[in-house]
Structures are given as C-alpha cells and as structure tokens.
T-cell receptor, first 118, second 109 residues
Framework: GAVVSQHPSRVICKSGTSVKIECRSL??????MFWYRQFPKQSLMLMAT?????????EQGVEKDKFLINHASLTLSTLTVTSAHPEDSSFYIC??????????????FGQGTRLTVV | GQNIDQPTEMTATEGAIVQINCTYQ??????LFWYQQHAGEAPTFLSY????GLEEKGRFSSFLSRSKGYSYLLLKELQMKDSASYLC??????????FGAGTTVTVRA
C-alpha cells in the first residue's frame, strides 16, 4: 500500500512553545490529508481536513488559531500546535487520501506523533 | 457527526473465532473500514466494504449490510498477536472518515 510518513514520532516540549508535525505522502499525491487526535483509550477524533492549496476545514470545537494546518503541496501537510499546554498532550495522527473520486481508496495513516507538553 | 457503535471489549481463546459488531448511522455512505491498532501505534488497514456482503481476506472477514447500518469483523484462528484494538470507521457523503470508539480484543492462551 501507499506510504505516509509522519515526523516526529515523539516530541516533548515546554508549555507555551509551538510544535510542528509533518505528514508526507511518499509515493502518491495526496489531494486531501486528515489530522486526527487520539487520547488514551479513546478513538481517533477528526480535527481538520486539509486540501492542497486551500484553507483547512476544522471540525467543531477545534481552534483553528491554535492548530495551524498548512497543505502547501500534494505531498506535504503540516500541523503546528501553537502555545502548547499540557492538555494538548495527545497522539496526533495524519492520514492521506489519493482523491475523493475513488471510493476504493482506504485512508493511509502516518505513524503518529506522541506529543507531551510539560 | 456520525453515530458508530461497537462493543468496548471482547475476550477470546487462542485458536477461537471472534466477531466484532459495528452499527452506524451516517449522512451519506461511501464505505466502511476496519482497522487494527496496537497500543501507541497508528491504525493499520484491515478491510473495506462498500457493497453488501462478505469480504474475506485470510483469517479476517468483514460483512456489510447497508440497509441495516451494520457490519461485523470476523477474526478466525485467533493468535496472541491479534490482541489489539479494532476500529470500525465509516466514510460519509463528504468522504470523511468517522471512527467508532474501538473494541479491545484480548486473546488468552
């Protein structure tokens, strides 16, 4: 299957700082990328949908000024957690889709990023 | 949002069969996915159903009934490494995936 690379896999940062997480599709062009957050023993919650060259669409309750998403190319989307606080500590996962027109496409997931804010 | 329900936990013996049910309500439907997730790792794709019926893939099979909003994942010949969380996910009319809370399967010797 297609490969999605997410970096870093783990990051520890101080409260108040910003952290950038990268999501790359390595062998296909991802017109749409999705960002999820997962708290311990809970399921994945969609945060936002990112389309190349346009503004991200955020789910209800997700602060767009706090979670900045940039999808500058068909192979790269970034999520920046700004002014991070301990409650932002979570597992962040990206996924990429090859396009909305092909209903056989599963979403390919990155490896996930474990963010710990101290 | 979508309503996706699946049991929280299931326990089974090595070599046995376990069936994980998933019911859903969604606005538009563009497929149902099953993923396996081990603790601390990202989900890995197991199966995809968009038409009614059974899809078999080795030890894993998945069934879909669109009229009933129902799916199940069948795990046969259980192995210890199958202990994991299994996530049911539905893609809606906007091609967004929504996940159920996951079913933790524990395989015992």
């Amino acid at each position: 299957g297609a490969v999605v690379s997410q970096h870093p896999s783990r990051v520890i940062c101080k409260s108040g700082t910003s952290v950038k997480i990268e999501c790359r599709s390595l062998d296909f062009q991802a017109t749409t990328m999705f960002w999820y957050r997962q708290f311990p023993k809970q399921s994945l919650m969609l945060m936002a949908t990112s389309n190349e060259g346009s503004k991200a669409t955020y789910e209800q309750g997700v602060e767009k000024d706090k979670f900045l998403i940039n999808h500058a190319s068909l192979t790269l989307s970034t999520l920046t957690v700004t002014s991070a606080h301990p409650e932002d500590s979570s597992f962040y996962i990206c996924s990429a889709s090859t396009g909305t027109g092909d209903s056989n496409t599963e979403a390919f997931f990155g490896q996930g990023t474990r963010l710990t804010v101290v | 949002g979508q309503n996706i329900d699946q049991p929280t936990e299931m326990t089974a013996t090595e070599g046995a069969i376990v069936q994980i049910n998933c019911t859903y309500q969604t606005s538009g439907f563009n497929g149902l996915f099953w993923y396996q997730q081990h603790a601390g790792e990202a989900p890995t794709f197991l199966s995809y159903n968009v038409l009614d019926g059974l899809e078999e893939k080795g030890r894993f099979s998945s069934f879909l009934s669109r009229s009933k909003g129902y799916s199940y994942l069948l795990l046969k010949e259980l192995q210890m490494k199958d202990s994991a969380s299994y996530l049911c996910a539905v893609r809606d009319g906007d091609y967004k995936l929504s996940f159920g809370a996951g079913t933790t399967v524990t395989v015992r010797a």
